[in-house]
């Protein structure tokens, strides 16, 4: 039976939410070093970049040789790199020559070049599936540029292209990526179908390895059925959507596929529409995430999420609380308003660390059958979350809250799968069965 808002239980959850939050790091004391003796390093060898082209690796790597390095620098290299996602794995060694010590980078690529049929879920709904083709370059000239197109049928049918070169210029260290795309979008909140055209353009500087600020400029042409054309903000069933958006992202997390150290800071802020006959609103997201290694086999993570709306949201911006982000326990509810915040906290205890295995050898496919990886954590997390439209909602009471315990699964193909089961404040138990990090 349902637990009422009210009761002990509520209260029990929200304590031990805000004590994993702030208190975490400090639940467990941390484990003292070992000692590693530093070994000077004169210089780097790269071998099994076929298709990476060499400047694509140095350029991570956040030491000028020669130097000396401690153990801890070496996993920043390897993490580093694994971070591109262009490698499956990477081995760091040392070779003396003389009286040089040279680090050998042996890298294992994926495969880059996708041809294939794409079979999607939407919205984390296997109610909501997209199937066509897509052809993807995930190492365009070896630079490390991304290049896809594609075609998708069923849920949300689209044509689409992407491009994204993480590095333009040498020395002047621009990001720059473009987008276009035509397509039938759901409308999740008054359910009928909206044909959109849209294109995108952001430039970006690298302020550092870590940090980059960036502009963009995005145009849409949104149509509503003759139905619903009452919705739209020209009042004519077609609108037209100028936006312009800044960002901030600052990221140090060691291993972005799974962080068990490190921090995210991603602060967007938009500006849409400009005209009388243009839905005008600012919007502003920041996502906030911390990773502290608490014992050698323990992490301990948070994150906090807010989305913040200044103005008229037309039918086709509205966010949400219930698809791409959600509250464990009220895995599937969906909430709307004009703000929104979410709140998680997790501990991450690795059961079984990385690990690779190869299967025999195959004509053509050996990219896939060699170097697989697998891993196995176990995660105990808190979830909380609330929406509202005007500051008085915004109140202790309005808040919704899970907590659990999972296994997440490292997968062959660099793939995760977390299995579930949550808690909420109400009473209601729930399995989960997702793909990909929680956060």
Not at 403 to 432: K, Q, V
């Amino acid at each position: 039976m349902p637990v009422n808002s009210k009761t002990p239980l509520r209260y029990l959850v929200n304590a031990a939410f805000f004590v994993l939050v702030f208190c975490g790091a400090n639940l467990w004391a941390q484990e003292p070093p070992a000692t590693f003796q530093p070994i000077r390093i004169d210089r780097v060898m790269i071998f099994g970049n076929d298709h990476t082209r060499r400047e694509v690796i140095l350029r991570e790597i956040p030491f000028t040789f020669p130097d000396t390095l401690d153990i801890p620098d070496f996993q920043v290299i390897q993490n580093r790199l694994l971070n591109l996602n262009l490698f499956k794995r990477i081995d760091l060694n040392i070779f003396k020559q003389g009286n040089q010590n040279i680090l050998i980078i042996q890298v294992y690529e994926l495969w880059y070049l996708y041809p294939l049929p794409v079979f999607k879920v939407n919205d984390r709904d296997w109610n909501k599936l997209s199937y066509g083709m897509e052809f993807s370059h995930l190492n365009f000239r070896g630079r490390n540029e991304k290049l896809s197109v594609g075609a998708l049928g069923g849920y949300n049918p689209t044509f689409f292209v992407n491009y994204f070169n993480p590095w333009l210029g040498h020395k002047s260290k621009l990001t720059f990526s473009f987008s276009v795309f035509v397509g039938r979008r759901y409308n999740r909140f008054y359910r009928f179908d909206e044909h959109q055209i849209g294109t995108k353009i952001s430039l970006g500087k690298r302020l550092s390895l870590n940090s980059t600020l960036s502009a963009n400029v995005e145009f849409r042409r949104v149509s509503f059925p003759d139905s619903e054309r009452y919705l739209s903000e020209s009042r004519t069933g077609l609108d037209l959507v100028p936006r312009l958006g800044f960002s901030f992202v600052s990221d140090n997390r060691d291993l972005k596929e799974y962080p068990l150290s490190g921090h995210l800071i991603d602060w967007r802020v938009t500006r849409t529409g400009f005209t009388s006959r243009q839905a005008q609103y600012w919007r502003s997201r920041t996502d906030l995430r911390v990773y502290k290694k608490v014992a050698a086999r323990l992490s301990f993570g948070a994150r906090n999420l807010t989305i913040l709306n200044f103005g008229s949201v037309p039918a086709y911006d509205l966010i949400y609380i219930g698809f791409g982000e959600r509250i464990r326990g009220y895995f599937d509810h969906v909430f709307t308003a004009q703000n929104l915040m979410i709140q998680s906290a997790e501990i991450r205890i690795p059961v079984i660390k990385s690990h690779y295995f190869s299967l025999p050898k195959a004509p053509l496919v050996n990219a896939f059958t060699q170097n697989l990886k697998y891993a196995l954590n176990i995660a105990i997390f808190a979830d909380t979350g609330i929406e509202w439209n005007r500051a008085e909602q915004f109140k202790r009471s309005r808040f919704r809250s899970g907590y659990g315990i999972g296994l997440n699964m490292f997968l062959p193909f660099r793939s995760l799968m977390r299995i579930e089961y949550a808690l909420n404040d109400r009473g209601g138990g729930e399995w989960i069965i997702d793909s990909g990090i929680s956060f």
